[in-house]
């Protein structure tokens, strides 16, 4: 079956970094496109960035644009998602997400299977 198990969450303030790992295992990673988002209490789930199966092109929320970096290891069935200069605002639960296409889009609607989530949380 598939699984998608993220790693990496904690606390940190304002201005730190962190990186987010998911491990894929269940599917033919390198034809997924796989996504990040998030969800804070009392808001809907959101796009954060994707990838597509290959590693070329990535797509990013103008929120974290220019602050986030996503990348894969194909090898690794892996995506990291790197966060520099994190804020507040960034404080939610973090979701992988896989699609059985290699395209990446930013609704929830079109990815098949989701990871557990991890906490990230920003202190001010």
């Known amino acids: 079956q598939v699984q998608l198990v993220e790693s990496g969450g904690g606390l940190v303030q304002a201005g730190a970094s962190m990186r987010l790992s998911c491990a894929a295992s269940?599917?033919?990673?390198?034809?997924?496109?796989m996504g990040w988002f998030r969800q804070a209490p009392g808001k809907e789930r959101e796009f954060v960035a994707g990838i597509v199966g290959s590693g070329r092109s990535t797509l990013y929320a103008d929120s974290v644009k220019g602050r986030f970096t996503l990348s894969r290891d194909n090898a690794k069935n892996t995506v990291y998602l790197r966060m520099n200069s994190l804020k507040p605002e960034d404080t939610a639960v973090y979701y992988c997400a896989a699609r059985l296409n290699p395209g990446v889009l930013r609704s929830t609607n079109y990815y098949d299977y989701w990871g557990q989530g991890t906490q990230v949380t920003v202190s001010s």
């Open positions: 269940g599917l033919t990673f390198s034809r997924c496109g």
